[in-house]
């Protein structure tokens, strides 16, 4: 099951040709402390996440929760709350390398494994008119760091790429199927061949 309302997540794990559902709680607080080291915040998160799941899970389930989160110098980039805030970010990113890093978890009602990917993206220096052109044609404001990879500012301003793209794009689907390999918890050929996604 994955515990996410991201239609992006939802096809890159679709891809891994795994059947599952969907399936999301509301109200869970993403809140983070303050002195938490930036790089541990999306672990942080996915973790509270999960915990929102332990009392609503069958034996025979496997929940998957995630949270990306952009990070430039020592600032996380959240999701922007209107268009200038989206520029503001996309200046902050522009001509330089920030890290894209996802915690995942992993949960049964037996287990719980966590762990956390990050990449490493360079930007060109961006002009104030692609950043614009950007902004209102895309409305990139449910995107964390006010961009997706694998939309067209990607296309055009991308340079570098140190890592998983698909983390970028939010779900490191490589890692989580390997992670499910190491637990058993992967399901039959059978069923990867044919996957039923709701």
Known sequence: MLASNSPRRKELLAGLGLPFEVRVLDGIDESY???????????YIAGKKAAAYCQTIADDELIITADTVVIVGEEI???????????????????RTHQVTTGVCLLTSELERRFAVTTDVTF???????????V???????????????????????????????????????????????????????????????
């Open 33 to 43: 402390p303050h002195d938490l080291p930036v790089s541990e915040v999306a672990l």
């Open 77 to 95: 980039l959240g999701k922007p709350v209107d268009e200038a805030d989206a520029v503001r970010m996309l200046r902050e990113l522009s001509g």
């Open 124 to 134: 060109k220096v961006l002009t104030d008119e692609e950043i614009q052109y950007y």
């Open 136 to 198: 209102t044609r895309y409305k990139p404001f449910d995107k964390a760091g006010a961009y997706g990879i694998q939309e067209w500012i990607g296309y055009i301003g991308v340079t570098g790429l140190h890592g998983s793209y698909y983390n970028v794009m939010g779900l490191p689907v490589q890692r989580i199927y390997s992670e499910l390999q190491k637990l058993n918890l992967l399901s039959n050929d059978k069923n990867r061949e044919n996957p039923t996604n709701t």
